[in-house]
């Protein structure tokens, strides 16, 4: 009779747990069934809204973009800054840590298992014998004595301890995990995309900042030189005070432009250092010699929008979180319902360690646990509130990544093709006057124009080559905040297991391709 209750104990645990097994393929939730449509018109175009008639070319673009400028000490600069910069280890240590919490979160779903050994060691007292005698002098007394040998025992044990996923929650849960762990991977790529539009805006703000203190020291060199031959015909009673003031004056003001460009020049060199992961000051020996502004191709390919929403890594950080929260209302919904949970224990107890792993003094017990808050007063249910919540404002960022995405390229296009007019005009401006110039030197020469009249054209000239290399300059960078636009400058991740500084563990790491 004892033998058949033992079996049917067994059996109905077998049912049971098959049962749970059964229930543990539910998963409660709504399923994520995509993002939501945003500007199809404008997403599904085949070419952008503002894309200019000239210069622009539909085939893919590169990832790579700073190449096409054909630069390489910006080459170098971009790939040492995706290699040291500090705000990348930190997008770098930021997908660790969520990959990190993503393996909690899988480990979750299987049991939990631990083992313990004790030996034990212990006298009681022995309160049997009381003894009670006459008072003696007036006073009483009492005496106990103890007996009995120490007691001991030794036991080994196994505890595991499993909860089963009947309604997927802890799935669900796992699914937010790895959808968070996607987003933190796509908000490193989107980091690397700042990042070397930012490598490369500095560069050229350099570059630009170089060759405009080049030509305004140029200029006063030859202001001076105008000014020492007007000062010698002034001795030999040929020129006017007035002349030589008038050249002074404009020498001196050429000369105040030097300082500000130079503390702009130092500026640049120390932002540089710092986004490649160096001190301020140590990439001056390597860039302050001056060199020509980078060379933009002749045409510039964009793609098309539905590229642009594809590759662009912040919009697959908000859709990446977009499901995560989605799946964070079925881990919610999951605790409206009963939890099922399995305890088993191995063990052996003797009072002999030479005898503990005896079968006589092995013992086991299995339980079936079952809990089910079925009155909690609407904690879960404002949680599953909370949570759907939570899902529709990832759904609204989602629909303002996608509309600020076509915003910045459609914008980034504009400046682009207006600037690019922009420059034309200046270079015009810069070639009249240089031939007015040169036609008034001419006549100051042969005595037919004033020196107020070549000092007006000198400076027009001077302006018109400042004006000129600003202009190649912001060309250049609107060129570079259209390839941060449309999403370019990442590549994707590769796993590299990298011993810590203190030999203490092992951790994954991500590292960009360069």
Not at 360 to 387: C, E, I, K, M
Not at 485 to 505: E, F, H, I
Request: proline share 5%.
């Amino acid at each position: 009779m004892t033998a058949f209750r033992s079996f049917r104990f067994q059996f109905a645990s077998l049912t049971l747990v098959a049962a749970a097994c059964a229930l543990a393929a539910c998963t409660v939730g709504p399923d994520f069934r995509g993002v939501p449509a945003v500007a199809s018109e404008s997403v599904g175009a085949a070419a952008f809204v503002r894309t200019p008639a000239i210069g622009m070319a539909s085939a893919p673009a590169p990832n790579d973009w700073w190449l096409v400028l054909n630069d390489a000490q910006l080459n170098a600069l971009i790939a040492a800054a995706l290699a040291h910069n500090p705000d990348l280890r930190v997008a770098e240590a930021r997908l660790r840590e969520s990959r990190a919490q993503l393996q909690q979160q899988r480990a979750a779903e299987l049991p939990k298992v631990s083992a313990s050994a004790a030996a034990v060691r212990m006298r009681e007292p022995n309160l049997s014998a009381f003894s009670s005698s006459q008072p003696q002098g007036g006073s009483g007394g009492q005496r106990a004595s103890s007996g009995g040998g120490p007691l001991q025992f030794y036991t080994a044990n196994f505890d595991a301890s499993w909860e089963i996923d009947l309604f997927g929650g802890t799935r669900r849960a796992v699914e937010a995990a790895s959808d968070e762990a996607d987003a933190v991977n796509a908000d490193l790529a989107d980091a690397q995309v700042s990042l070397a539009a930012e490598v490369a805006q500095a560069y050229i703000d350099l570059r630009d900042e170089q060759q405009r203190l080049a030509i305004a020291q140029h200029t006063a060199d030859l202001q001076q030189q105008m000014l020492t031959l007007t000062e010698e015909r002034r001795a030999g009673g040929t020129a006017a005070e007035v002349d030589v003031e008038r050249l002074t004056t404009q020498v001196e003001s050429t000369r105040s432009t030097l300082t500000p460009l130079a503390a702009q020049v130092e500026i640049s060199l120390d932002q540089l250092a710092v986004l490649t992961g160096k001190a301020p000051g140590a990439l001056d020996a390597e860039l302050a010699a001056p060199q020509t502004l980078p060379a933009l191709p002749a045409s510039v390919p964009v793609g098309d929008p539905a590229a642009l929403i594809a590759r662009r890594p912040d919009i697959r950080a908000v859709e990446r979180r977009l499901a995560s929260s989605n799946a964070q209302i079925g881990e919610h919904i999951a605790d409206f319902l009963p939890k099922l949970t399995l305890f088993g224990d191995l063990g052996f107890t003797a009072a002999n360690p030479g005898h503990l792993v005896r079968k006589s003094n092995f013992s086991w017990v299995g339980v079936p646990y079952l809990q089910w808050n079925v009155l909690d007063f609407g904690r879960t249910l404002g949680a599953v509130h909370g949570a759907e919540a939570a899902r529709d404002e990832a759904g609204a960022r989602y629909e303002k990544a996608v509309l600020g995405a076509l915003q910045d390229a459609n914008g980034a296009l504009s400046r682009y093709g207006y600037q690019r007019e922009h420059l034309v005009t200046l270079q015009k401006v810069q070639a009249s006057a240089q031939r007015s110039a040169t036609l008034m030197r001419e006549r100051y020469r042969a005595g037919a124009s004033s020196l107020v009249d070549l000092l007006d054209t000198q400076r027009a000239e001077f302006a018109a080559q400042q004006n000129v290399i600003s202009g190649q300059a912001e060309l250049l960078k609107d060129f570079v905040s259209l390839q941060k636009s449309l999403g370019l400058g990442w590549k994707p991740m590769t796993q590299r297991w990298v011993q810590p500084a203190d030999g203490l563990a092992q951790y994954p790491r991500a590292y960009p391709e360069v």
